[in-house]
């Protein structure tokens, strides 16, 4: 008998050890020396409130649990060290689990709009009914990995992002602005809108090469009708019978020869400004 509660012990002593939440999250410390995590019910980040969760943490969801966030949540992963939140069933990183994980284990995540920012980057989030459901738009995501969640992947402002699954995915990020994290992600990142603003020199590019097509077109146009004009000048130079036009074909020649070479001389400055445009 003495054998047998000594064998017990050292069984309990070795097995894994859990932190168990549930409700308010706000003075937890999520590091990933207190692997695994399990949600039992509902966790909540209160409004006014800042939660980070570190590299290599492990959240284990149970059914019908989630994350709802009114305050800020982080999420900081690195590319080695992902944060995975995932269901209690996953066997890959629950080995006690008696059922194989599944999509709609657990409920997702779930952005209030009184929300103060919401960053995540390099993680993963699966098994779950809604993947990320957020009501207010600062949100940025960057290499999150979606997998088997049940009804959709990601939701912003009650709009379905496409996300397809074990694809990285990354939302209102600058790629090479992302170095380092503070407690206010919006001071590190800039949403994708000013990324895609373009640069003076694309500005001057564009603008040069419409110029430079617009004013070679009209050239060839005008040219076309300088040779007409040309022609009846001519005409009526040698043929006594149309003397009396002799003058307005002059006239309508010269117009049109002024007119060529300049359009000529603005489609070929607007060609050379596109040229230089690509040394800026």
């Given at each position: 008998?003495?054998?047998?509660?000594?064998?017990?012990?050292?069984?309990?002593?070795?097995?894994?050890?859990?932190?168990?939440?549930?409700?308010?999250?706000?003075?937890?410390?999520?590091?990933?020396?207190?692997?695994?995590?399990?949600?039992?019910?509902?966790?909540?980040?209160?409004?006014?409130?800042?939660?980070?969760?570190?590299?290599?943490?492990?959240?284990?969801?149970?059914?019908?649990?989630?994350?709802?966030?009114?305050?800020?949540?982080?999420?900081?992963?690195?590319?080695?060290?992902?944060?995975?939140?995932?269901?209690?069933?996953?066997?890959?990183?629950?080995?006690?689990?008696?059922?194989?994980?599944?999509?709609?284990?657990?409920?997702?995540?779930?952005?209030?709009?009184?929300?103060?920012?919401?960053?995540?980057?390099?993680?993963?989030?699966?098994?779950?009914?809604?993947?990320?459901?957020?009501?207010?738009?600062?949100?940025?995501?960057?290499?999150?990995?979606?997998?088997?969640?049940?009804?959709?992947?990601?939701?912003?402002?009650?709009?379905?992002?496409?996300?397809?699954?074990?694809v990285p995915f990354t939302h209102n990020i600058i790629e090479a602005k992302?170095?380092?994290?503070?407690?206010?992600?919006?001071?590190?990142?800039?949403?994708?809108?000013?990324?895609?603003?373009?640069?003076?020199?694309?500005?001057?590019?564009?603008?040069?090469?419409?110029?430079?097509?617009?004013?070679?077109?009209?050239?060839?146009?005008?040219?076309?009708?300088?040779?007409?004009?040309?022609?009846?000048?001519?005409?009526?130079?040698?043929?006594?019978?149309?003397?009396?036009?002799?003058?307005?074909?002059?006239?309508?020649?010269?117009?049109?020869?002024?007119?060529?070479?300049?359009?000529?001389?603005?489609?070929?400055?607007?060609?050379?400004?596109?040229?230089?445009?690509?040394?800026?």
């Amino acid at each position: 008998m003495r054998n047998i509660a000594l064998l017990t012990v050292l069984l309990l002593s070795s097995a894994s050890p859990q932190t168990l939440l549930r409700g308010d999250i706000s003075d937890i410390q999520f590091t990933a020396e207190k692997n695994p995590y399990v949600i039992e019910e509902d966790i909540i980040i209160p409004e006014g409130k800042t939660i980070e969760i570190k590299a290599g943490c492990v959240l284990l969801f149970k059914p019908f649990t989630g994350i709802t966030a009114e305050g800020a949540l982080i999420i900081d992963g690195t590319p080695k060290q992902m944060v995975i939140l995932t269901s209690f069933n996953d066997s890959v990183y629950n080995k006690s689990s008696g059922q194989a994980a599944a999509p709609f284990d657990w409920n997702g995540l779930l952005i209030s709009e009184k929300c103060d920012s919401v960053y995540f980057r390099n993680f993963t989030l699966s098994y779950s009914v809604f993947g990320i459901n957020s009501k207010s738009p600062d949100v940025r995501i960057k290499n999150g990995i979606f997998y088997q969640n049940g009804q959709y992947h990601f939701t912003i402002a009650d709009k379905i992002l496409p996300v397809l699954d074990s694809v990285p995915f990354t939302h209102n990020i600058i790629e090479a602005k992302i170095d380092s994290l503070g407690t206010n992600p919006a001071n590190v990142n800039t949403p994708l809108q000013e990324q895609n603003k373009p640069s003076s020199a694309v500005k001057i590019r564009f603008l040069s090469l419409g110029l430079g097509i617009t004013g070679l077109a009209a050239c060839a146009i005008a040219a076309y009708q300088t040779r007409t004009a040309h022609q009846h000048w001519v005409e009526t130079s040698v043929e006594p019978e149309k003397w009396d036009q002799y003058d307005s074909a002059e006239k309508r020649y010269t117009r049109n020869l002024t007119l060529t070479v300049v359009s000529g001389a603005v489609g070929l400055i607007g060609m050379a400004g596109f040229g230089i445009s690509f040394t800026f």
